[in-house]
């Protein structure tokens, strides 16, 4: 006899000590350098927009778990990372309705249908977007320029304030400086334009270990090689529209992307090819949001094609 008990769990057996919710507050940390860069571009009202958002995302989740009956969740955060994402993928002129609205759908119908954390084969945020997008078009393509960021356009300034950095690609007209882009002086969803806030974010989450680099260092390294190959300037894909949010802060979501290494690179890789073509060939001069969400209907066959091997097992002969 064994002189002490012998416990059976499942694994893992060696646990970090990361929770969900620790997880889910250092995200909202990490996404304050983007919230500040929209107040600094954008004015007060994208606080309004945010809060609005946010305050949707919970009491939804409160409602809709009182309606199953289930215990409350609001303390895992992640209805705040819900409501905080869908606010800075939104123009930071809609009405507060718009994010009311499109965070109820984000956690009702992208998130609490299937089950709740864990469970939603979507990101709920981008979920929440392409809802909007089908359905207040004029609302959700309505942008506007910071104010004194259209010097460079000189004369002819007028003309070139109803169209993000993209749309103005689309209509051949360029010039706009590299740091203006990365600092995020542009027009665009109220958090995505920066890319310099967006990266402090990011570095946060990589000196936390709350990211892995695979799927952003893939995605974005695709979209740049596929700039190439088209014959346009890759350095102007990469910081304009939702590239940088999208390739840190929504493909990197734990529970949409693949969990094996090398699903997570072709999950990259996917979302920067199909980015390219939407951007290129697609309706809107933006592909990130479409992209990241047709690539979480491929991470349960990415993640079956790409179970590792395991230790000493060998293929069977006959």
């Known amino acids: 006899m064994l002189e002490t008990e012998v416990v059976v769990s499942a694994p893992p057996h060696i646990r970090q000590g990361l929770s969900t919710e620790r997880i889910m507050w250092l995200v909202v940390i990490s996404l304050i350098p983007a919230v500040l860069s929209g107040v600094i571009f954008f004015g007060w009202y994208v606080l309004a927009i945010i809060f609005s958002s946010v305050l949707s995302a919970i009491l939804t989740e409160v409602i809709v778990l009182k309606m199953m009956k289930r215990p409350l969740t609001i303390k895992d955060g992640s209805a705040v990372v819900t409501g905080l994402l869908l606010a800075l993928i939104i123009p930071p002129t809609v009405p507060l309705r ?134 346009q300037d890759p350095i102007f894909h990469l910081l304009t529209g939702g590239l940088m949010l999208g390739a840190f802060f929504m493909a990197t979501d734990y529970v949409t992307t693949p969990v094996t290494p090398k699903g997570r690179l072709f999950f990259g890789i996917g979302c920067g090819l199909l980015t390219m073509l939407i951007r290129r060939y697609g309706g809107f001069p933006e592909g990130v949001c479409y992209s990241i969400l047709l690539m979480n209907l491929a991470t349960p066959l990415l993640d079956r094609w790409t179970v590792p091997k395991r230790f000493g097992e060998v293929k069977a002969v006959g």
């Open 98 to 231: 718009i994010p009311m609205i499109g965070a109820a759908f984000a956690i009702a119908l992208g998130k609490q249908i299937f089950g709740g954390l864990g469970y939603n084969p979507f990101n709920p945020a981008l979920i929440g977007r392409a809802f909007l997008l089908a359905s207040w078009p004029s609302l959700m393509t309505k942008w506007v320029w910071p104010v004194n960021s259209l010097a460079w356009a000189g004369k002819n300034a007028d003309a070139l304030t109803g169209a993000t950095a993209l749309g103005l690609l689309r209509e051949g007209t360029t010039g706009i400086p590299y740091l203006q882009l990365f600092l995020g002086n542009i027009s665009g969803s109220l958090g995505e334009t920066s890319a310099l806030a967006l990266l402090l974010g990011a570095l946060f989450l990589v000196v936390y270990k709350i990211i892995d680099w695979r799927i952003p260092v893939s995605y974005l390294g695709t979209v740049m090689i596929m700039a190439l190959v088209m014959g």
